[in-house]
């Protein structure tokens, strides 16, 4: 038996499940450029301004990525957010500083973090179970801290105000309007800290320890546990991180809305686990990344941008499209794992 | 601790829900010794590798490995890792979304500086590691590329690799073919050499004997003895195995006769499952025991399914009782008077959690309908009925079936497709990991059942089990039906006819 | 010790247990707060100008209140039972199937109405329709396409209510028809969610009782691949599960519509996919799926409801309350743990070492 042993052919439906993602975004994009091109859906801009509006979900996404890859869920982040939120919008209207209260909000997260994943990992509790009663606690909790809408003005905290309204210009692509004025693209500080987390994620996916254990957990806990990996301590670390990634996200996103309600982010986990799983995350564990989540989040943003953009539709429409994606997404998983199997 | 010993484990016991599980059970491991650990099915050879590896928890007793101070208490597979104990399990504990070289490095990944893993490193390391065990494969590709068999040495290059005392094959030869084995057996040898002490478990006794250097044996979760192989003849090792001598299994006479002449039972006229099983035909005539030889993956229990209906039927036409039936599921080959006992048992016979009356009357009210209950009183004379004809050992009909051992859980699917009352019964690997008194007594059941002019198709590993039951054998290689062996039924044609080719 | 060996096993202890605590917080609430101890359990007939003589107490309240979660938990002890997972739509497929009711019985974009656009039985129908459709897509995707449960039905749950908005023309409908309302007020004293829901109980459980179903669900459940070689169709019996499950979420959904005489897209059935589930868990079911005992996610539905009653009466809004039943449930789940119950034993067994010792 010298000859090389080959490799079944290679059925990679992960890179196909990518490639249909990025090709699904240009289509997609490009059909709102020919459809809206008159109402500026061409420029730079609009694609900078999807970025602006999602920098929280591409947070929210990669840390869903790292919980999905170990074959979890978390649907807790959509409420963590608006817990976050109103935290934020609380605390500084009660005259705490930006920075502290920033903190604090990470911290909460940590914290709520490691209850989840020690639920899950040590406790070995259905994860979606786990994850449900964290939404309705965040959600109940966001409403014990305050009913009332709060709104986070100049006046109640001008560093975060600052924050939120900075700019960093991008010195190309830009575009000259009606009035013969030449815009400048920007982008706001939410997106340089989305995309600093999406950069550090990809490389601990792939290059670390922790990373790589998310995959062996996803593929087999089992096996993992056998091979010497601590299994509980992964798990909870993957909730732990999407937590954290969660309020990290719940930050940027307060940064666009400058409020804390308590029906802020509905269904946010929806749009974070349909980007997943849009970007070729399996629902099974063990096979994404979180290239892929962020391809997932852009087309998310696409859809709610064309929308908006047509100003016509529903305002139930976004909800509807991403939720039938997702539908279409999981029945295209479904059959690869159909094929794959039979040719097992 | 004596000199060259590597592992003892002094008067340990265990208890699972309502089962004595170990039962101050001892064992000691010397340096470079292969020693095999024989029991029969639910003996206690798992529940006493899983507390040496630290998976069970046990209650009593104590495990000491040399260079450790003290006894040994593995909480984890990790802890146990770390004291020198390396396992490799039947069922391939690996990732199969990772690449052969992660497979072998999780876990202990080389790091480069800035605490990144190394892939580089790994990958060459790991290829070295593949090729100095003579098997080359490309280690950067998933390893859910790859056969069961290479999966299986990945699994054991891993352990091996990891610098251990000890090494813990705990069946690792059920999914590998003789050359494989071959390929392992030099490994354990070289192994042996360097000082590793070797378990292993294994059901094939000739295996036994061709690499082990000494035996201990359990029974019913308590220590037999430790014997030097010399001293343990085959016959004496069953003997040590069951508790007595039993020659049981010489008394079944199956009847000879002439089939042709009977009628007709299932007809197959080039039935197929794209992937599994290639088109073939097959005659079986009313009380007819016909068996399948092959090798596994040879698609023997593919071809049963496929009549069964159980992997649907893509091609070709089935007839039963002469009249041609289109079989989509389970159920329609059940209403055409079949029944299937499927290989798995854990996964595809019991239901674990349903008590024994209801695993008997399953199949029965499956095939009556949803509407068309049982009565209690019928259901219980039913289960009564059968557990008293295949002799289930059983606390009641209540008792939950997955606390029954695997040989009743076996009788009581038996009395499952008995209660059905079929025509033509599948039985698919019925005594594999069962014990030899059990085995014997499935063996005259199927003889008695032909007796009775129902038709039977016996699939087995075992071919003297086999050529004890069987008119006729069909020979299965690579999902094809390759011939069929009616008269001069003896080990050797059939072994020939198996292999193949001219040799 | 041996009777106490009984009570231990019996499947309805926690339950009961849960009921017998929450009525016990609600008799300490009143006494301390000088109200009669004994009025949580008083009932007694009042005449009400709008619904004429009718019982009145808490625990009519209660069971009053209580009838969506019953209703609904009937139809997710089934789907926990088949498929080892839980069905989240259920609360979003109620208020779809509101909506789609309330806009047939309206006319598509009339908001309010008091005479019935169509007769009220093709409302009903459209609403079960609606309920079987949801069901249906729920159980392909779980049976045919083997989606994780929860995974298949967070589609409906998140996009049901904006389905339902769609329809309705993002407006409340209301239909304040006297015929339509009867179904959420009173029939002679007794409110008729309560007959509906005993009458949905009793039809399942005849059901359960003279077919092999509740037999067939438990087995899939439990190992569905076995089941399919024993003769059982697994798909069609965890796509039945669904099926069902969206049935019942019909129902609850055109009792919760009637109770508020619109459709209230947004609201309606709101957080009841947690009630539901919390029903079948505390009433002693595995979620893992297998064996079930719909008695006692029937008493478990009544508990929740129970505790949202003495949550409000302790002055919690009802915005808040998730927080208080999050804490519920994962106090459930933790208790029924295998990790922690091995601890338990650990524990136990440890303190019996050091008392011997002693």
Redesign the interface.
Known sequence: MNSKIKAKKNFNSNTLLLVITIVLFCVLYAGGCIAYGSRGFTHFQTFLNILITNAGLICVACGMTCVMLTGGIDISVGALIAMDCMMLAVGMSKGIGAVPMVLLVLLVGVVFGIFQGFLVGYLEIQPFIVSMAGMFFCRGMTAVICTDQVSITEKVNATFYKWANSKITIPFGGYTNNKGKYMVPYVRPGVVVALLVLVVIFIMLRYTKFGRSLYAVGGSAQSAAMMGLNVKRIKMGAYMLSSILCSIGGVCYCLNTMAGSVTQALGLEMDAISSAVIGGTLLTGGVGNVIGSFFGVLINGTISSIVKTNGKLASSWPNILTAALLFIFIVIQSIFAAIRARRK | MEDNVVLTARGISMTFPGVKALDNVDFTLRKGEIHALMGENGAGKSTLIKCITGINDYEAGEIRVEGVEGPVKNR???DA?NIGIS?V?QE???????SVA??LF????P?TKL???D?KSYNSRSRKIMEDL?????VT??LE???LA?QQMVAIA?AVDMECKVLILDEPTSSLDD?EVE?LFNLMRKLKEKGVGIIFVTHFLEQVYAVCDRITVLRNGAFVGEYPIADLPRVKLVAAMMGKDLDDLAEIKKEQKDFAKEPMEINANGLSH??TIKPFDLKIHKGEVVGIGGLLGSGRSELARCIYG?DKAQTGTLEVDGQIVKIN???DA?NKGMG?L?DDRK????????SVR?NII??L???????R??SRSQQEEIADRYIDLVQIKTASKETLVKQLSGGNQQKVILA?WLATDPDFLILDEPTRGIDIGTKSEIQKLIVKLAGEGKSVLFISSEIEEMLRTCNRMVIMRDGQKVGELDHDLSQENVMKAIAGGES | MKAWNKIKNWPLLLPVLALILVMAVNIIHDAATGVNPMSFFAVSLRDTTTNGTILYGRIIDIINRGSEVAILAIGMTLVVSASAGTDISVGSVMSLCASFMCMNLAGYGVSSTTTLAKPLIVGLLAAVLMGVVCGAFNGTLVAHLSIQPMVATLILYSAARAIGLLLCNDLIVYVRNPSFAFIGAFCGPIPTPIIITIVCIIIVSIVLRKTALGMYIQSVGINAKASRIAGLNSKLLIFLAYMLCGIFAAIAGIVASSRITSADSNNIGLYLEMDAILSVALGGNSLGGGKFNLAGSIIGAYTIQAITTTLYALGVSSIQAPVYKAIIVIIIVVIEAPPFKAFIRRFNAQRAAKGVKA
Request: charged share 20%; aromatic share 4%.
């Open positions: 984890s597979t990790r890792q396992t399990y391939v504990n690996l990732c199969p979304n990772l992660e497979n999780i876990g202990r990944e790091l605490h990144t893993i892939r003579g098997i080359s494969v490309d590709q998933n590329n790859y056969s290479i891993r050359e390929k794209a992937g159980a599921q389970p159920i059940m299937m499927p996964a595809e016979g019991i239901i674990a959690d349903l209801e399953l199949a009210q499956a095939k009556r309908g949803m509407f209950q049982l499952r």
